[in-house]
């Protein structure tokens, strides 16, 4: 169930953080975050209707007693962004203990509630080798728990074509905005064209790398089978010391291969363990990297 995602308390924890942009955002209705057009925040704008969630304070009575409907102000130096996640659906990340996918699940909720609570707007895609589901931007508080039964309804299965996949969402338009993108980047065709493209689309980019502790620290001996949980194709190995030092190295070069690639193209980047929690991620992680604050 969608409820057991998140805990209220913890909702709670989140109502006061805002995700950060380090790019100027052009968007097109009311937020909390400042824009490149002219003026200054008390120089007004527009209208929008009100809908559930948006700040009350805002509301224009001298519109309500003319149209008897209700409108917020809006301000040029105060517009919404657009937070796009990307979670990887494939099949490797229904695995390990804590489970992969779970994890993933329940920072994409974070995630979106923090938009969401900040009057930006909050879009969902599931992602494999293509984008495989998506759930449009959507605005208001009042849309959380819509956002979170999609989020919990998302089923990991097929292969990871992770630069293909994000290349093939149609959801981001011209304007800037933030995608975060969850995954293991057990990908086939990588993932570093598919930043790229994000960044072409004037996106404020980071990846939360999960990797579950039994990949982190693998905790086999001996004889065993290893099965490749996407292509279903199966090797015998003897896991001696040598074998577990020669993995380590190369999960260390990948890790840091990952790391350089987003620190050159100023790209977030926060490898995590599915067994770190929810409230370190968002707390701890990316607190730390200036993603949320």
């Known amino acids: 169930m969608a409820q057991t995602l998140l805990t209220q308390d913890f909702l709670h924890k989140l109502e006061h953080l805002s995700l950060s942009a380090h790019m100027l955002v052009k968007g097109d209705a009311g937020g909390n975050r400042k824009s490149g057009a002219k003026g200054s925040s008390v120089e007004f704008s527009d209208y929008k209707e009100y809908v559930p ?3 009350f304070r805002r509301i224009d009575w001298n519109a309500y ?3 008897e409907r209700l409108f917020i102000k809006l301000f ?5 962004t657009v937070v796009t996640v990307f979670l990887d659906c494939s099949k490797s990340m229904d695995w390990g203990q804590p489970n992969k996918g779970f994890f993933a699940k329940q920072i994409a909720a974070a995630l979106v509630y923090i938009a969401l609570s900040n009057f930006d707007r909050a879009a969902v895609s599931a992602v494999n080798q293509k984008a495989r589901a998506s759930m449009k931007a959507l605005s208001g508080k009042q849309s959380f728990w819509r956002a979170l039964r999609f989020i919990d309804d998302i089923a990991f299965d097929g292969k990871t074509g ?6 093939s969402y149609e959801g981001l338009g011209s304007k800037s905005g933030i995608s975060i993108i969850l995954t293991d980047l057990f990908s086939e065709d990588g993932y570093k064209d598919g930043i790229k493209y994000l960044q072409y689309k004037k996106q404020d980019v980071t990846i939360i790398h999960i990797l579950a502790p039994q990949e982190l620290e693998p905790p086999w001996q001996d004889s065993v089978r290893l099965l490749d949980i996407e292509g279903y194709e199966y090797r015998d190995i003897t896991i001696k010391q040598d074998v577990l030092s020669a993995y380590r190295k190369a999960l260390d070069d990948f890790i840091d291969d990952n790391r350089r690639f987003c620190y050159e193209h100023g790209v977030h980047y926060i490898p995590v363990s599915s067994a770190a929690g929810v409230d370190r991620v968002i707390f701890d992680n990316l607190f730390k990297m200036g993603v949320v604050r």
Do not use: Q, Y
């Open 162 to 167: 992770l630069s293909g996949a994000i290349k």
């Open 65 to 67: 007693a003319r149209f």
């Open 53 to 55: 969630g948006d700040d």
């Open 76 to 80: 040029t130096e105060e517009r919404e």
